[in-house]
């Protein structure tokens, strides 16, 4: 299987299961371009706040200034989401979520997140089973 093949099929099983990952989350969007990037799949959380959730097989760099890229954008430009989405807000008391879904994340990442100052970053590991 080719790795965009993976990509593809994780992004999809994402959004299907988006409420194993946290009760209440629901899929706004998926492979959406916000700024220079595509996020994989953008959810809204119980709270009305807004969730961009990046997947992939390895959590690495390129990774991470995809998110870098898509949440800088969607706080400069919050008024073009919120009329994508009307039921979200984005202000500096509710900025998006970062989550990211991947079945490794080395520790190097997680140091690399923390250094980031997203105000709120979750990490999931996923299992594939055949």
Known sequence: MRVDVADDKLQTLVAENIDAIEPGLVVLDSRLLLGHATIDVVGLDANGALVLIVTGLVANE??????????SWCREYPQSLE????????????????????????????RKIKQMGFPEVDCVEFRLLD
């Open 83 to 110: 009329r994508l989405y009307p039921s979200c807000v984005i202000s500096d008391d509710r900025p998006p979520r970062m989550v990211f879904v991947v079945e490794r994340m080395p520790d190097a990442f997680h």
């Open 62 to 71: 390129e990774m991470l200034l995809k998110a870098v890229e898509v949440y």
